[in-house]
């Protein structure tokens, strides 16, 4: 009864890992990366979601807005059978595209435009955070193990 409440609730059961660049260059439009998936019991991995998201904040103390985007998101259906102690990892390109506002498009063509906007949005506390979820469908579980690392673009 207890591995059936354990495999249920997710214990002992599949741990995920990114491993991803922590910098990339926005021109390159494709994050490559892999997920370790590693088990100390016998596990069933039915799909992977992958997703890029964007933590877009603004101003400051109590008018602060938090935003989250999704940017891009793939989902792997590759049904995958883990034995216990067993690592595998599984590779994956994410495409993305970040899309720029009228503002950071001024800040980027003129320095002199780009120093008093970045001045601007200093002020108004505005500025974007970008992440990698990743998270595993196990086979009879509940709760689904994720995994989270931040990265920067260039």
Known sequence: MIKRLKNMLGIESVKIELEIPQEIEQKDQNIKGAVILTTMSDAEVESISIKLIEKYTRGRKEDKLIDEYVISKILVNERVSIA???????????????????????????????????????????????????????????????????????
């Open 84 to 154: 216990k102690g067993e690592e595998i990892k599984l590779p994956f390109d994410l495409p993305f595209k970040i899309v720029k506002s009228q503002m950071d498009e001024l800040q980027d063509n003129n320095f002199l435009n780009g120093f008093l906007i970045g001045l601007a949005k200093k002020i108004k506390g505005v500025k974007s955070e970008y992440r990698i979820l990743a998270e595993v469908n196990i086979k009879g579980t509940t709760l689904h193990p994720f995994a989270e690392k931040g990265l920067y673009f260039r």
